[in-house]
């Protein structure tokens, strides 16, 4: 069997006194590309902001490469190989996008390396080649999506986060983030993918996890979750 990269044992958040995430277990093991699926406010953003050190939490423990990198800061993680690309996105809007991606190797003193994974990042992402000068702030929000992406993978991850990464685009964007998702994968990038979209998501992805109010209540194969009737009913609109 291959390496537990990431391991949530129990996790535990509240909010005030609103219990977000009520006791969550759930793995990523190397070379995976593992989706957590659920409606609106099941915890998962939550979930994965805890495991990313941006969210502070009581019980339970996260670790990442065997250890508990409970406590740890986002920064420090970073450093390990561990980054999430926010829902959201959060690009540098007043940047241009090639210094978006040169942020994202913030951590890298490698500088022709990183001039050659910038290279990549565009072959990747050709529209990010038709636009390298421009100011992130103008770009459309498919386009922001990309250099998320492509500002996370500078930072040469082991475990890659994505939360959300179709929500509000329109269904051309949709399908390439997709696929840019599958290419970035099939580079052996370990992949934990929050994402609405459960039919695109168990599509893609190796195994899923379901999360409803703030539990997991089922996990296993992905291609049989998307035949699973109850899932169908609950996420795919069936």
Known sequence: MANTLLK???????????KAVKGVDLEVHEGELVTLIGSNGAGKTTTMKAITGTQPYGEGDIEYLGKSIKGKGS???????????????G????MTITENLQMGAYIRDDNDGIAADIEKMFNL???LRERKDQLAGTMSGGEQQMLAMGRALMSQPKVLLL???SMGLSPIM???IF????DVYSQGVTILLVEQNASRALGIANRGYVMDSGLITMTGDAKQMLTDPKVRAAYLGE
């Open 125 to 127: 992402f050709p529209r």
């Open 91 to 94: 690009v540098f809007t007043r």
């Open 179 to 182: 696929e840019v998702v599958k």
């Open 75 to 89: 920064w420090d993680l970073v450093k390990e190989g561990l980054v999430m690309v926010p829902e959201g996105r």
């Open 8 to 18: 949530v044992k129990g996790l535990k958040v509240n909010y005030g006194g609103i």
């Open 163 to 165: 939360d959300e990464p």
């Open 174 to 176: 949709v399908d390439k």
